[in-house]
Protein backbone atom coordinates (compact mmCIF):
# COMPACT_ATOMS: atom_id res chain seq x y z
CA UNK A 1 0.00 0.00 0.00
CA UNK A 2 1.37 3.47 -1.10
CA UNK A 3 -0.18 7.08 0.42
CA UNK A 4 1.35 9.76 -1.97
CA UNK A 5 0.63 13.28 -1.03
CA UNK A 6 1.33 15.82 -2.95
CA UNK A 7 -0.44 19.72 -3.56
CA UNK A 8 -3.07 19.14 -1.67
CA UNK A 9 -4.04 15.75 -3.35
CA UNK A 10 -3.98 12.43 -2.02
CA UNK A 11 -3.38 9.32 -4.26
CA UNK A 12 -3.28 5.90 -2.60
CA UNK A 13 -2.41 3.02 -4.37
CA UNK A 14 -3.39 -0.96 -3.41
CA UNK A 15 -2.82 -4.33 -4.60
CA UNK A 16 -5.88 -6.92 -4.17
CA UNK A 17 -6.15 -10.10 -6.03
CA UNK A 18 -3.94 -9.05 -9.06
CA UNK A 19 -5.23 -5.83 -9.39
CA UNK A 20 -3.78 -2.52 -8.74
CA UNK A 21 -6.25 0.27 -7.63
CA UNK A 22 -5.63 3.92 -7.96
CA UNK A 23 -7.41 6.26 -5.65
CA UNK A 24 -7.07 10.20 -6.39
CA UNK A 25 -8.57 12.64 -3.61
CA UNK A 26 -9.25 15.47 -5.91
CA UNK A 27 -9.49 19.50 -4.74
CA UNK A 28 -13.25 18.94 -4.78
CA UNK A 29 -13.40 16.92 -2.19
CA UNK A 30 -14.17 13.85 -4.74
CA UNK A 31 -12.46 10.79 -5.25
CA UNK A 32 -11.68 9.05 -8.75
CA UNK A 33 -10.59 5.34 -8.97
CA UNK A 34 -8.69 3.91 -11.52
CA UNK A 35 -8.43 -0.17 -11.72
CA UNK A 36 -5.60 -2.13 -13.68
CA UNK A 37 -4.34 -5.47 -13.80
CA UNK A 38 -0.39 -5.98 -12.42
CA UNK A 39 1.93 -8.84 -11.11
CA UNK A 40 2.61 -9.15 -7.46
CA UNK A 41 6.31 -8.64 -9.00
CA UNK A 42 5.13 -4.89 -10.14
CA UNK A 43 7.67 -2.30 -9.04
CA UNK A 44 5.76 1.27 -8.34
CA UNK A 45 6.99 4.49 -8.99
CA UNK A 46 5.92 7.97 -8.63
CA UNK A 47 6.87 11.25 -10.38
CA UNK A 48 5.67 13.82 -8.60
CA UNK A 49 6.46 16.70 -11.31
CA UNK A 50 3.76 15.47 -13.82
CA UNK A 51 1.51 13.34 -11.70
CA UNK A 52 2.30 9.85 -13.39
CA UNK A 53 2.18 6.72 -11.46
CA UNK A 54 4.00 4.02 -13.46
CA UNK A 55 3.36 -0.23 -12.95
CA UNK A 56 6.73 -2.24 -14.41
CA UNK A 57 6.66 -5.95 -14.14
CA UNK A 58 10.18 -6.75 -12.12
CA UNK A 59 10.07 -10.03 -14.57
CA UNK A 60 9.19 -8.85 -17.83
CA UNK A 61 10.33 -5.42 -17.93
CA UNK A 62 7.03 -4.10 -19.32
CA UNK A 63 5.17 -1.51 -17.66
CA UNK A 64 2.00 1.06 -17.75
CA UNK A 65 1.97 4.36 -16.67
CA UNK A 66 -1.40 6.70 -15.66
CA UNK A 67 -1.49 10.55 -15.25
CA UNK A 68 -3.27 11.45 -12.19
CA UNK A 69 -5.50 14.95 -13.75
CA UNK A 70 -6.89 17.65 -11.84
CA UNK A 71 -10.62 16.26 -12.65
CA UNK A 72 -10.20 12.49 -13.81
CA UNK A 73 -7.64 9.93 -14.76
CA UNK A 74 -5.44 10.71 -18.22
CA UNK A 75 -4.37 7.24 -19.55
CA UNK A 76 -0.94 7.98 -21.58
CA UNK A 77 -1.07 7.47 -25.40
CA UNK A 78 1.85 4.97 -24.97
CA UNK A 79 0.48 2.90 -22.63
CA UNK A 80 -3.02 0.65 -23.01
CA UNK A 81 -5.67 1.52 -21.48
CA UNK A 82 -7.28 1.22 -18.16
CA UNK A 83 -10.50 1.12 -16.65
CA UNK A 84 -11.92 3.97 -15.11
CA UNK A 85 -15.10 3.60 -12.58
CA UNK A 86 -18.16 6.03 -12.85
CA UNK A 87 -18.63 8.20 -10.17
CA UNK A 88 -21.72 8.56 -8.21
CA UNK A 89 -22.79 10.96 -5.58
CA UNK A 90 -21.83 8.48 -2.62
CA UNK A 91 -18.91 7.11 -3.78
CA UNK A 92 -18.11 4.60 -6.64
CA UNK A 93 -19.56 1.80 -8.10
CA UNK A 94 -18.67 -0.92 -10.40
CA UNK A 95 -21.76 -2.95 -11.36
CA UNK A 96 -23.88 -3.10 -8.51
CA UNK A 97 -21.63 -3.57 -6.16
CA UNK A 98 -20.42 -1.02 -3.80
CA UNK A 99 -16.69 -0.25 -3.27
CA UNK A 100 -16.56 3.26 -1.61
CA UNK A 101 -18.29 4.78 0.94
CA UNK A 102 -16.99 7.82 2.43
CA UNK A 103 -18.80 11.07 4.40
CA UNK A 104 -17.47 13.46 6.70
CA UNK A 105 -16.62 13.06 10.08
CA UNK A 106 -16.75 17.19 11.57
CA UNK A 107 -15.14 20.32 9.72
CA UNK A 108 -12.75 19.36 6.94
CA UNK A 109 -12.57 16.77 7.97
CA UNK A 110 -13.02 12.94 6.22
CA UNK A 111 -13.49 9.63 5.90
CA UNK A 112 -13.48 6.91 3.26
CA UNK A 113 -13.84 3.22 3.19
CA UNK A 114 -12.63 1.09 0.26
CA UNK A 115 -14.39 -2.23 0.79
CA UNK A 116 -11.72 -4.33 -1.52
CA UNK A 117 -9.23 -3.43 0.64
CA UNK A 118 -11.06 -3.25 3.40
CA UNK A 119 -8.84 0.04 4.17
CA UNK A 120 -10.48 2.86 6.09
CA UNK A 121 -8.74 6.34 5.35
CA UNK A 122 -9.04 10.03 6.74
CA UNK A 123 -8.17 13.35 5.40
CA UNK A 124 -7.98 16.35 7.66
CA UNK A 125 -6.39 17.40 11.21
CA UNK A 126 -9.33 14.74 12.54
CA UNK A 127 -9.66 17.84 14.98
CA UNK A 128 -13.40 18.71 16.67
CA UNK A 129 -14.01 15.02 15.33
CA UNK A 130 -17.81 14.73 14.72
CA UNK A 131 -19.38 11.36 16.24
CA UNK A 132 -22.61 10.22 14.57
CA UNK A 133 -24.31 10.20 18.00
CA UNK A 134 -24.12 11.09 21.39
CA UNK A 135 -22.54 7.45 22.44
CA UNK A 136 -18.55 8.58 20.87
CA UNK A 137 -18.01 4.37 20.62
CA UNK A 138 -20.15 4.76 17.30
CA UNK A 139 -18.06 6.05 14.68
CA UNK A 140 -19.20 6.48 11.44
CA UNK A 141 -17.52 3.88 9.64
CA UNK A 142 -19.24 1.60 12.63
CA UNK A 143 -20.56 -0.83 10.15
CA UNK A 144 -17.04 -2.00 8.71
CA UNK A 145 -15.49 -2.40 11.97
CA UNK A 146 -14.92 -5.98 11.93
CA UNK A 147 -13.87 -5.35 8.36
CA UNK A 148 -11.31 -2.90 8.62
CA UNK A 149 -7.71 -4.49 8.12
CA UNK A 150 -6.04 -1.15 7.29
CA UNK A 151 -6.04 2.28 8.42
CA UNK A 152 -4.47 5.11 6.95
CA UNK A 153 -4.23 9.03 8.47
CA UNK A 154 -3.33 11.91 5.84
CA UNK A 155 -0.36 13.89 6.91
CA UNK A 156 -2.52 16.44 8.35
CA UNK A 157 -3.85 14.74 10.73
CA UNK A 158 -2.92 15.89 14.61
CA UNK A 159 -4.72 13.91 16.15
CA UNK A 160 -6.06 10.38 16.34
CA UNK A 161 -10.02 10.47 17.77
CA UNK A 162 -10.78 8.50 21.29
CA UNK A 163 -12.55 5.26 19.90
CA UNK A 164 -11.39 5.54 16.47
CA UNK A 165 -10.40 1.79 15.91
CA UNK A 166 -12.07 0.25 19.15
CA UNK A 167 -12.78 -3.51 18.92
CA UNK A 168 -11.64 -3.00 15.07
CA UNK A 169 -10.84 -7.24 15.37
CA UNK A 170 -9.36 -7.38 11.78
CA UNK A 171 -7.31 -4.49 12.14
CA UNK A 172 -3.93 -5.38 11.34
CA UNK A 173 -2.41 -2.13 9.89
CA UNK A 174 -2.18 1.50 10.53
CA UNK A 175 -0.92 4.31 9.29
CA UNK A 176 -0.57 7.51 11.56
CA UNK A 177 0.71 10.17 9.65
CA UNK A 178 3.78 12.16 10.28
CA UNK A 179 1.98 15.27 12.24
CA UNK A 180 0.00 13.00 14.81
CA UNK A 181 0.54 14.30 18.13
CA UNK A 182 -2.42 12.51 20.46
CA UNK A 183 -3.51 9.01 20.98
CA UNK A 184 -7.05 9.26 21.82
CA UNK A 185 -9.15 7.43 24.77
CA UNK A 186 -9.78 3.91 23.67
CA UNK A 187 -8.43 4.70 19.94
CA UNK A 188 -7.43 1.28 19.41
CA UNK A 189 -8.72 -0.79 22.40
CA UNK A 190 -9.44 -4.78 21.73
CA UNK A 191 -7.76 -4.26 18.29
CA UNK A 192 -6.70 -8.10 19.09
CA UNK A 193 -5.21 -8.65 14.81
CA UNK A 194 -2.57 -5.36 15.63
CA UNK A 195 0.50 -6.43 16.44
CA UNK A 196 2.66 -3.67 15.26
CA UNK A 197 2.06 0.29 15.14
CA UNK A 198 4.88 3.07 14.71
CA UNK A 199 4.25 6.26 16.34
CA UNK A 200 5.70 9.39 14.75
CA UNK A 201 8.04 11.64 17.12
CA UNK A 202 5.55 14.46 17.16
CA UNK A 203 3.35 12.06 19.94
CA UNK A 204 3.22 13.92 23.01
CA UNK A 205 -0.17 12.16 24.50
CA UNK A 206 -1.53 8.64 24.79
CA UNK A 207 -4.94 8.63 25.87
CA UNK A 208 -5.99 6.69 28.69
CA UNK A 209 -6.79 2.30 27.29
CA UNK A 210 -5.61 3.87 24.04
CA UNK A 211 -4.13 0.15 23.20
CA UNK A 212 -6.18 -1.65 26.19
CA UNK A 213 -6.19 -5.41 25.27
CA UNK A 214 -4.93 -4.93 21.58
CA UNK A 215 -2.10 -7.76 20.03
CA UNK A 216 0.91 -5.09 20.07
CA UNK A 217 3.98 -7.52 20.73
CA UNK A 218 6.51 -4.30 21.41
CA UNK A 219 5.86 -0.28 21.21
CA UNK A 220 8.66 2.34 21.25
CA UNK A 221 7.77 5.91 23.27
CA UNK A 222 9.44 9.15 21.57
CA UNK A 223 11.13 11.78 23.22
CA UNK A 224 8.18 14.32 23.12
CA UNK A 225 5.60 11.92 25.29
CA UNK A 226 4.75 13.89 28.13
CA UNK A 227 1.65 12.06 28.84
CA UNK A 228 0.29 8.57 29.57
CA UNK A 229 -2.82 7.75 30.60
CA UNK A 230 -4.54 5.07 33.36
CA UNK A 231 -4.44 1.52 31.67
CA UNK A 232 -2.88 2.93 28.01
CA UNK A 233 -1.58 -0.70 27.57
CA UNK A 234 -3.68 -2.74 30.20
CA UNK A 235 -4.01 -6.29 29.75
CA UNK A 236 -1.92 -6.30 25.95
CA UNK A 237 -1.00 -10.48 26.51
CA UNK A 238 1.26 -10.04 23.64
CA UNK A 239 3.19 -7.07 24.75
CA UNK A 240 6.76 -7.87 25.46
CA UNK A 241 8.29 -5.12 25.82
CA UNK A 242 8.03 -1.01 25.97
CA UNK A 243 11.64 1.11 24.77
CA UNK A 244 11.76 5.01 25.68
CA UNK A 245 13.26 7.18 24.09
CA UNK A 246 16.40 7.74 26.40
CA UNK A 247 15.73 11.44 25.97
CA UNK A 248 12.63 11.49 27.12
CA UNK A 249 11.93 13.57 30.56
CA UNK A 250 8.99 11.74 31.74
CA UNK A 251 9.24 8.26 30.96
CA UNK A 252 11.91 5.62 30.80
CA UNK A 253 12.04 1.76 30.71
CA UNK A 254 14.26 -1.06 32.73
CA UNK A 255 16.47 -3.40 30.38
CA UNK A 256 13.05 -5.96 30.65
CA UNK A 257 11.09 -3.30 28.73
CA UNK A 258 9.08 -2.01 31.65
CA UNK A 259 7.47 1.28 31.72
CA UNK A 260 8.60 3.40 34.88
CA UNK A 261 8.52 7.30 35.38
CA UNK A 262 11.40 8.87 34.13
CA UNK A 263 12.74 9.06 38.03
CA UNK A 264 12.10 5.49 37.87
CA UNK A 265 9.79 5.92 41.59
CA UNK A 266 6.82 4.85 39.17
CA UNK A 267 6.06 1.13 38.32
CA UNK A 268 3.48 2.03 35.38
CA UNK A 269 3.21 -1.13 33.18
CA UNK A 270 4.82 -4.36 33.17
CA UNK A 271 4.19 -5.78 30.38
CA UNK A 272 1.96 -8.63 30.32
CA UNK A 273 3.48 -10.39 27.49
CA UNK A 274 7.17 -10.71 28.86
CA UNK A 275 8.72 -14.48 28.91
CA UNK A 276 10.38 -13.61 32.02
CA UNK A 277 9.31 -15.64 35.07
CA UNK A 278 10.58 -12.94 37.43
CA UNK A 279 11.04 -9.90 38.25
CA UNK A 280 13.02 -7.73 40.63
CA UNK A 281 11.94 -4.26 40.77
CA UNK A 282 13.96 -1.08 40.68
CA UNK A 283 15.49 -0.26 43.99
CA UNK A 284 14.17 3.40 43.52
CA UNK A 285 10.56 2.35 43.26
CA UNK A 286 7.92 3.61 45.82
CA UNK A 287 4.70 3.02 43.42
CA UNK A 288 3.25 0.77 42.03
CA UNK A 289 0.65 1.46 39.79
CA UNK A 290 -2.94 0.62 39.21
CA UNK A 291 -2.95 -2.97 36.67
CA UNK A 292 0.48 -2.62 36.77
CA UNK A 293 0.79 -6.11 36.34
CA UNK A 294 -2.76 -7.43 35.77
CA UNK A 295 -2.82 -10.11 33.11
CA UNK A 296 0.60 -11.14 32.92
CA UNK A 297 0.12 -14.82 32.65
CA UNK A 298 4.20 -15.74 32.85
CA UNK A 299 5.49 -14.70 36.00
CA UNK A 300 6.11 -16.44 39.07
CA UNK A 301 7.68 -14.73 41.54
CA UNK A 302 7.76 -10.70 42.04
CA UNK A 303 10.59 -9.14 44.37
CA UNK A 304 9.36 -5.41 45.95
CA UNK A 305 11.78 -2.98 46.23
CA UNK A 306 12.00 -1.88 50.03
CA UNK A 307 11.32 1.57 49.37
CA UNK A 308 7.40 0.74 47.70
CA UNK A 309 4.67 2.52 49.80
CA UNK A 310 1.98 1.99 47.56
CA UNK A 311 0.39 -0.56 45.49
CA UNK A 312 -2.34 0.55 42.95
CA UNK A 313 -5.87 -1.69 42.71
CA UNK A 314 -5.87 -4.72 41.10
CA UNK A 315 -1.55 -4.19 40.22
CA UNK A 316 -1.42 -8.38 39.96
CA UNK A 317 -4.83 -9.46 39.45
CA UNK A 318 -4.88 -12.28 37.07
CA UNK A 319 -1.29 -13.11 37.57
CA UNK A 320 -2.12 -16.80 37.07
CA UNK A 321 1.35 -18.44 37.22
CA UNK A 322 2.45 -15.89 40.54
CA UNK A 323 3.64 -18.39 43.75
CA UNK A 324 5.23 -15.77 45.38
CA UNK A 325 5.44 -12.26 46.39
CA UNK A 326 6.73 -10.52 49.68
CA UNK A 327 5.48 -7.56 50.71
CA UNK A 328 7.75 -5.35 51.40
CA UNK A 329 8.18 -3.71 55.34
CA UNK A 330 7.29 -0.19 53.71
CA UNK A 331 3.64 -0.75 52.69
CA UNK A 332 0.82 -0.43 54.66
CA UNK A 333 -2.30 -0.43 52.49
CA UNK A 334 -2.96 -3.75 50.79
CA UNK A 335 -4.99 -2.66 47.72
CA UNK A 336 -9.13 -3.46 46.14
CA UNK A 337 -8.40 -6.65 44.22
CA UNK A 338 -4.67 -6.44 44.48
CA UNK A 339 -3.87 -10.07 44.36
CA UNK A 340 -7.29 -11.08 43.31
CA UNK A 341 -7.48 -14.61 40.88
CA UNK A 342 -3.94 -15.32 41.24
CA UNK A 343 -4.63 -18.82 41.22
CA UNK A 344 -1.28 -20.07 41.89
CA UNK A 345 -0.16 -17.36 44.60
CA UNK A 346 0.98 -19.88 47.71
CA UNK A 347 2.34 -17.48 50.30
CA UNK A 348 1.69 -14.21 51.58
CA UNK A 349 3.92 -12.31 54.19
CA UNK A 350 1.78 -9.25 55.42
CA UNK A 351 3.67 -9.46 58.79
CA UNK A 352 5.34 -5.74 58.46
CA UNK A 353 3.39 -2.35 58.97
CA UNK A 354 -0.22 -3.28 56.63
CA UNK A 355 -3.03 -1.66 58.32
CA UNK A 356 -5.54 -2.42 56.02
CA UNK A 357 -6.59 -5.50 53.44
CA UNK A 358 -8.96 -4.08 51.19
CA UNK A 359 -11.52 -5.61 49.65
CA UNK A 360 -10.68 -8.80 47.37
CA UNK A 361 -7.28 -8.85 47.81
CA UNK A 362 -7.05 -12.09 47.67
CA UNK A 363 -10.14 -13.38 46.32
CA UNK A 364 -10.07 -16.64 44.24
CA UNK A 365 -6.43 -17.24 45.41
CA UNK A 366 -7.60 -20.66 45.79
CA UNK A 367 -3.98 -22.29 46.37
CA UNK A 368 -2.77 -19.97 49.45
CA UNK A 369 -1.58 -21.75 51.85
CA UNK A 370 -0.02 -19.35 54.08
CA UNK A 371 -0.60 -15.71 55.20
CA UNK A 372 0.96 -13.84 57.86
CA UNK A 373 -0.76 -10.93 59.20
CA UNK A 374 0.32 -7.79 60.73
CA UNK A 375 0.44 -6.65 64.39
CA UNK A 376 -0.72 -3.10 62.79
CA UNK A 377 -3.48 -4.89 61.10
CA UNK A 378 -6.58 -2.73 61.63
CA UNK A 379 -9.09 -3.33 58.57
CA UNK A 380 -10.24 -6.68 56.27
CA UNK A 381 -12.26 -5.69 54.02
CA UNK A 382 -15.13 -7.28 52.15
CA UNK A 383 -14.59 -10.36 50.53
CA UNK A 384 -11.20 -10.14 50.89
CA UNK A 385 -10.20 -13.72 51.08
CA UNK A 386 -12.69 -15.45 49.04
CA UNK A 387 -12.83 -18.74 48.16
CA UNK A 388 -9.28 -18.79 49.72
CA UNK A 389 -10.15 -22.58 50.03
CA UNK A 390 -6.11 -23.73 49.82
CA UNK A 391 -5.31 -21.82 53.57
CA UNK A 392 -5.83 -24.58 56.33
CA UNK A 393 -5.79 -21.63 59.24
CA UNK A 394 -5.30 -18.24 59.26
CA UNK A 395 -4.77 -15.98 62.60
CA UNK A 396 -7.17 -12.62 62.87
CA UNK A 397 -4.39 -10.17 65.22
CA UNK A 398 -6.72 -8.46 68.20
CA UNK A 399 -5.25 -4.62 66.49
CA UNK A 400 -8.31 -5.41 63.89
CA UNK A 401 -10.64 -3.55 64.49
CA UNK A 402 -13.35 -3.90 61.72
CA UNK A 403 -13.93 -7.17 59.44
CA UNK A 404 -16.44 -6.60 56.02
CA UNK A 405 -19.04 -8.61 54.73
CA UNK A 406 -18.19 -11.98 53.53
CA UNK A 407 -14.90 -11.80 54.32
CA UNK A 408 -14.25 -15.01 54.39
CA UNK A 409 -16.74 -16.46 51.90
CA UNK A 410 -16.50 -19.67 50.46
CA UNK A 411 -14.23 -21.32 53.45
CA UNK A 412 -14.86 -25.02 53.95
CA UNK A 413 -15.30 -27.06 57.22
CA UNK A 414 -11.81 -27.94 56.98
CA UNK A 415 -10.31 -24.59 57.65
CA UNK A 416 -10.11 -22.88 61.16
CA UNK A 417 -10.07 -19.08 61.61
CA UNK A 418 -8.66 -18.21 64.87
CA UNK A 419 -9.05 -14.69 66.22
CA UNK A 420 -7.19 -13.17 68.96
CA UNK A 421 -9.92 -11.44 70.68
CA UNK A 422 -13.21 -12.58 72.39
CA UNK A 423 -16.49 -12.49 70.72
CA UNK A 424 -17.21 -9.44 72.89
CA UNK A 425 -14.85 -7.26 71.49
CA UNK A 426 -15.48 -7.54 68.06
CA UNK A 427 -18.95 -5.86 68.00
CA UNK A 428 -18.00 -3.48 65.06
CA UNK A 429 -17.29 -6.06 62.33
CA UNK A 430 -19.56 -6.16 60.17
CA UNK A 431 -22.75 -8.59 61.15
CA UNK A 432 -22.44 -10.49 58.18
CA UNK A 433 -18.25 -11.36 58.40
CA UNK A 434 -18.67 -15.22 58.62
CA UNK A 435 -21.30 -15.08 55.97
CA UNK A 436 -21.45 -18.12 53.57
CA UNK A 437 -18.37 -19.18 55.33
CA UNK A 438 -18.49 -22.90 57.16
CA UNK A 439 -14.41 -22.33 58.58
CA UNK A 440 -14.31 -23.29 62.11
CA UNK A 441 -13.63 -19.88 64.21
CA UNK A 442 -12.12 -20.07 67.74
CA UNK A 443 -11.46 -16.75 69.88
CA UNK A 444 -7.84 -16.89 72.02
CA UNK A 445 -9.91 -14.97 74.65
CA UNK A 446 -12.92 -15.39 76.94
CA UNK A 447 -13.36 -11.68 77.84
Same mark, same amino acid.
Given at each position: MIDVNSDGKSEIVTYTDGKLNIYSNLSDGSLKRLTVGASENSRIYYDKADKTIAFVDSDSGEGKAY?? +?DETFEINESVDSGKIASMTEEGILIGAEELISSGDCGEGNRWTYFKEESLLYLTGTLENFKYPAEDVVDTPWSKYRQEVSSVILSDEATVVPDHLCYICGALSEVQLGKSVQKIGTNAFE @??? @?? !? !?? =???? =? &? =?EIGTLAFSKSAITEISIGAAVTAIGEDAFFECKSLEKIFVDSSNTNYASDSDGVLYSNDYRNLITYPAGSKAVQYNMIESTENVEKNAFAGCENITHIYFSDRVKT &? +?? $??? !?GCSALELAELPNSLEVISESMFENCGNLLYVDASGRVTDIE?? $?FANCTKLETVKLSSSLKNIGKQAFLNCTGTEKITVPSSVKYVGANAFEGWTSSQTIEIDNSKRNISDWHSGWQKSCKAEVSFTRII
Open positions: RL +G @SCD @SL !K !KI =TLPP =T &V =T &V +GA $AAF !KTL $A
